[in-house]
């Protein structure tokens, strides 16, 4: 078996048969789709057990709902492939991904292979054509270190070039294992948190410049995103205090000061603009009170920017994200919020 695909779903009966059907459509056929549904109470799991009654490449497993990181660990627990692919099930692949992943890791012995990808909504996606070679495939490849490809991803100027998505990389199944690499228990941001754990150990990468991955941008996943949820906003506290702890377990915040600063500093402007969003002050408090400010004026301070560059991060502008923004100045200026 030379591809393990290892897709979460739940609760996606209204995409999950286009996700898997451009998977089991891919030029290169030799592969395992591991399913793990999460705990779904719609049809999903009707929809996928009538794809796998035409197709024994597919594999399900039921799970209680933990989350998609519990998910993806299921799945990764149970793969036999020589390399590991994480994919979401509401998204699409290309036709000639794994194909050309595959020549790709296989003829550089690369630990990790990472591409690029473009977003389509449900009015664009009779649009897309999955079966034509991506115009960029014949770029350049170069193959650097985990914590080199870091560095460039943080220091873009392009929010869609930060490569904080595990549906972007491409793994030696071997690497994954021998490193001990899992998601932790995190409900929410789990991509931001494993990141930089399952990059900096690789010394073989190699970065490509087609995209092949198609993010489906859900009107109803965007809006959750942006909820002043309290499990969400305390999550992502916790998740930014273990990714800084791993950017100081590999000595990072130190020789790779500007790109761990800025990192933590576009995280925050998440944390903020989610903090803003709950309409009580007495409510907005207790998250206000777990920031580290000074740490926050400090990493404004050392990433590198005289006029720090989140604007070019961000999708699109907003009243409530340049308030955010006005906000964080004065944080840098050492005045409280």
């Known amino acids: 078996m030379k591809v393990t695909i290892v897709m979460p779903a739940y609760n996606v ?26 705990g779904s109470t719609d049809m999903t799991v009707s929809v996928i057990k009538k794809m796998m009654a035409s197709d024994p490449r597919i594999r399900l497993f039921q799970n209680e709902h933990g989350g998609s990181g519990a998910a993806r660990n299921s ?8 390399y590991l692919y994480f994919m979401d099930s509401d998204d699409l692949i290309s036709r000639h991904a794994l194909a050309h992943f595959l020549e790709l890791a296989d003829t550089n ?5 990472v591409a690029r990808f473009d977003m389509f909504t449900d009015a664009t996606e009779a649009s897309l054509d999955l079966s034509s070679e991506p115009p960029d495939i014949g770029a350049p490849v170069e193959i650097i270190s985990g914590v080199e490809l870091f560095r460039r991803s943080a220091l873009t100027r392009c929010w869609k070039d930060r490569r904080i998505f595990n549906w972007l990389y491409f793994f030696r199944l071997d690497y994954w294992r021998d490193n001990n690499i899992a998601y932790h228990s995190f409900r929410f941001y789990e991509d931001l948190e494993i990141y930089p754990r399952f990059l900096f150990p690789a010394k073989r990468v190699l970065s490509a410049d087609f995209r092949f991955y198609h993010y489906r941008l859900r009107t109803g ?14 999550c992502l506290l916790d998740v930014l205090s273990s990714v800084e702890n791993t950017f100081r377990e590999y000595g990072l915040m130190e020789s790779m000061r500007s790109a761990c600063s800025r990192t933590l500093v576009i995280e925050h402007f998440h944390l903020l603009l989610f903090i803003s969003k709950i309409e009580s002050p007495v409510l907005r408090k207790p998250y206000l009170d777990r920031i580290d400010y000074q740490k926050l004026k400090n990493y404004m301070r050392d990433s590198g920017k005289k006029k720090h560059a989140i604007l070019s991060m961000l999708p699109f502008m907003t009243a409530s994200r340049l308030a955010v923004l006005l906000r964080m100045r004065l944080i840098a200026k050492g005045k409280a919020i």
């Open 13 to 38: 009966e209204r995409y999950i048969e286009r996700s898997v059907r451009s998977v089991l459509d891919q030029t290169m056929p030799d592969f395992e789709l591991i399913i793990v549904d999460d």
């Open 109 to 113: 012995n690369a630990d990790i292979v």
């Open 221 to 234: 996943a965007v809006n959750a995103a942006h909820q002043a949820h309290p499990d969400r906003i305390g």
């Open 75 to 82: 799945g990764a627990g149970k793969a036999t492939g020589k």
